[in-house]
T-cell receptor
């Protein structure tokens, strides 16, 4: 069966510091991968998605970036965190085929980021 | 106005009650999702719908494409059902510029014993 891992579970970082959040998926090959953010009191927002190694699509312009160095690894990064980057970050995967947003997406446990 | 609206925002129920959460959307969609977010934050996908009705245990999800409305029902509610329930829709014509999956803000459900 497929499982998805995220770490760390919680993170407190000062403004201006770098960020690296990692997501890995087990039990499937060539999954579609997604990064979402849920800011306090707001709905989930799609940040990035990837259909394969090195292929990243950005949905919202911001100071975040994503990379996919391996088939089942998705990394969310920032060079300098802002206060507005605080939130709950979720990684998700969907079945490995041509990108279809109608597929059910399976979410990881999330990372709660607080920027002070 | 948000493209996906959920109601109510908060809901408190007694154990055993029948619960309904509503979702309305204003864009053309190809599918609608119901998600459950537990207090710790993790999200579980409950249903994906493009028409009609789906049932899984005590959960029932319906969608009316013409009225652009979906409902999530919980029968014989239990305290372990306490969570945030999120509605999300896939745009029917994805242009890639705004993000295909649009989420509602969620409904916080508390079921009291």
């Amino acid at each position: 069966s497929q499982t998805i891992h995220q770490w760390p579970a919680t993170l407190v970082q000062p403004v201006g510091s770098p960020l690296s959040l990692e997501c890995t998926v087990e039990g499937t090959s060539n999954p579609n991968l997604y990064w979402y953010r849920q800011a306090a009191g707001r709905g989930l927002q799609l940040l990035f998605y990837s259909v394969g190694i090195g292929q990243i699509s950005s949905e919202v312009p911001q100071n975040l970036s994503a990379s996919r160095p391996q088939d089942r690894q998705f990394i969310l990064s920032s060079k300098k965190l802002l206060l507005s980057d605080s939130g709950f970050y979720l990684c998700a995967w969907s079945p490995p085929r041509q990108l279809r947003f109608t597929d059910t997406q399976y979410f990881g446990p999330g990372t709660r980021l607080t920027v002070l | 106005k948000n493209e996906v609206e959920q109601s109510p925002q908060n809901l408190t129920a007694q154990e055993g009650e029948f619960i309904t959460i509503n979702c309305s959307y204003s864009v053309g969609i190809s599918a609608l999702h119901w998600l459950q977010q537990h207090p710790g934050g993790g999200i579980v996908s409950l249903f994906m719908l493009s028409s009609g009705k789906k049932k899984h245990g005590r959960l029932i999800a319906t969608i009316n494409i013409q009225e652009k409305h979906s409902s999530l029902h919980i029968t014989a509610s239990h305290p372990r059902d306490s969570a945030v329930y999120i509605c999300a829709v896939n745009r029917a014509h994805y242009g890639g510029s705004q993000g295909n999956l649009i989420f509602g803000k969620g409904t916080k459900l508390s079921v009291k014993p």
